[in-house]
């Protein structure tokens, strides 16, 4: 079983910048994919996010490619979320999971969740 921990959420002005972290603590974290979902408030809870085991690759959301980057750190067990641009459509809660299956070639399915941080862009 893992643990995850976000952390960095706040409330933003359009335009500005935020980074959010996930720290991992129980099962194997440098083995699985990595993914950040968001959901805001009356809507379904949707991807944002996804690193592979080893970082090599990435995936986006399209309303967030060119705004967002995420990236791990094996070593401290843990993964960011670079968001830049912030728009008041970002405002969400922000997730962050951990893959079922281990060296996915890409996020395949959640299976184990943080309890979110609260992101909140002002216009």
């Known amino acids: 079983q893992v643990k995850l921990v976000e952390s960095g959420g706040g409330l933003v002005q359009a335009g500005g910048s935020l980074r959010l972290s996930c720290a991992a603590s129980?099962?194997?974290?440098?083995?699985?994919?990595m993914g950040w979902f968001r959901q805001a408030p009356g809507k379904e809870r949707e991807f944002v996010a996804a690193?592979?085991?080893?970082?090599?690759?990435?995936y986006y959301a399209d309303s967030v490619k060119g705004r967002f980057t995420i990236s791990r750190d094996n070593a401290k067990n843990t993964v960011s979320l670079q968001m830049n641009s912030l728009r008041p459509d970002d405002t969400a809660l922000y997730y962050c999971?951990?893959?079922?299956?281990?060296?996915?070639?890409?996020?395949?399915?959640?299976?184990?969740w943080g309890q979110g941080t609260q992101v909140t862009v002002s216009s």
């Open positions: 999971a951990q893959d079922r299956y281990s060296y996915a070639t890409k996020f395949l399915s959640a299976g184990s």
């Open positions: 129980g099962r194997a974290f440098s083995t699985y994919a």
């Open positions: 690193i592979t085991w080893s970082g090599a690759t990435t």
